[in-house]
């Protein structure tokens, strides 16, 4: 199976199965000093992490990342990368494969399992294999590193809907995103999530999200017309997220329903002497660039396709059958889904502030 990297200068590689004994990633491309801890990067995979709410899965891992290659230990404890790859594995100590024997010819709906059958003539039934969402672990462990690589980069990200409710953006608090298990930014919707979401659970079925990822203290100038558009590479990397259906930047789809005078991001200049924006449609891209504006960036994720109740399908013999997935799943995957999405955004990012330095020479 090829197609398993991503990214220019800062090149990510993930490898690993559900239900492998590790999964895990290269960085190949990270510059040399950048220092940080093993606490500081398991921060990151904390949260996304499985079995901390009855709103995810219970599934029970660690998510414990070990860094292997591509660092030196200094006297202070710090890590501190030497330009080498960097190699990070993640083991995984909570499979129970035996919750998947009786799928192991029957396809799920809306599931990789037929499309993975047809093209490769094999699929690993246990989870999914590289198509379940367990594979993003190691990316957020690459998202720890390139949050570094751009100097005074802010990369945060909220979960703004949960099937037909969303926020009141009146009420965006960024404060409140770390304590709910929502990662929301609006305090008066967490009840109403869980009420929500506990109606879902228990009746055995799921429901999908939007997350919306902000970039802050991004440098004007990064990204390249026409085949290199920083938006363009943003939107590649959220949409290969397992389970997203759409991205949209900035407004989005909304530019669709207003004019060009409501549109258009006006401009003036600051009491620096330099441009500033008087609004923020375009989400900090114009003509595929950096503005230097925050990077506004959303994405949809479906409903997980393993409930337990019977859907239609067929089997690998050409059978009609009722699949009904047992084991243990996230009645919303959106939610897990918001610190994939910070960090698939990272990367884009600290791959385009690279490729951006070697061809103007521009440091900052």
């Known amino acids: 199976m090829s197609h398993n990297t991503f990214g220019h200068l800062f090149r990510v590689t993930t490898w690993g199965e559900s239900h492998g004994p590790a999964l895990g990633c290269v960085v190949d491309g990270c510059p040399p000093g950048l220092r940080f801890s093993e606490d500081g990067l398991q ?10 709410s009855r709103f995810v899965t219970q599934r029970r891992e660690d998510d414990k990342v070990k860094v292997l290659s591509g660092v030196m230990r200094e006297e202070s404890g710090e890590l501190v990368t030497t330009g080498t790859p960097v190699s990070m594995l993640i083991e995984n100590t909570d499979q129970r494969s035996k919750d998947y024997s009786e799928i192991a010819r029957r396809y799920r709906p809306g599931h990789a399992d037929y499309t993975y059958d047809v093209k490769y003539g094999i699929r690993d039934y246990r989870g999914g294999g590289r198509s379940s969402a ?46 709910n298990p929502f990662f929301c930014p609006d305090a008066k919707m967490v009840p109403v999530w869980e009420d929500y979401l506990d109606t879902i659970r228990k009746a055995g079925s799921s429901v999908g999200a939007v997350i919306e990822v902000v970039a802050e203290n991004v440098p004007a100038g990064l990204g390249a017309p026409i085949y290199a558009k920083l938006d363009q590479d943003i939107c ?73 109740n019977d859907r239609r399908s067929v089997d690998a013999d050409g059978n009609e059958v009722d699949v009904r997935t047992k084991g243990r799943h996230d009645p919303c995957v959106g939610i897990r889904a918001v610190p994939i999405g910070e960090a698939m955004v990272a990367c884009a990012l600290a791959d385009h502030y690279l490729r951006d330095r070697g061809q103007t020479g521009r440091l900052d």
């Open 43 to 52: 921060h990151w995979m904390d949260k996304r992490k499985p079995g901390q």
């Open 134 to 179: 367990r594979e993003t672990a190691a990316r957020v462990a690459a998202g720890g590193l390139a949050r570094l690589v751009v100097p005074n980069m802010i990369v945060r990200a909220a979960l703004v809907q949960i099937g037909d409710r969303k926020i009141d953006r009146g009420n965006w608090d960024w404060s409140q995103v770390d304590a």
């Open 236 to 308: 590649a990397n959220l949409m290969s997220i397992n389970a997203v259906k759409g991205v949209e930047i900035g407004n989005g789809f909304g530019a669709a329903e207003i004019s060009g005078e409501e549109n258009a991001d006006e401009m003036r200049i600051g009491p620096d002497g330099k441009p500033v924006f008087l609004s923020n449609n375009a989400g900090g891209i114009l003509g595929g660039i950096s503005t230097g504006q925050p990077i506004v960036a959303r994405f949809a994720v479906k409903p997980t396709s393993s409930i337990l």
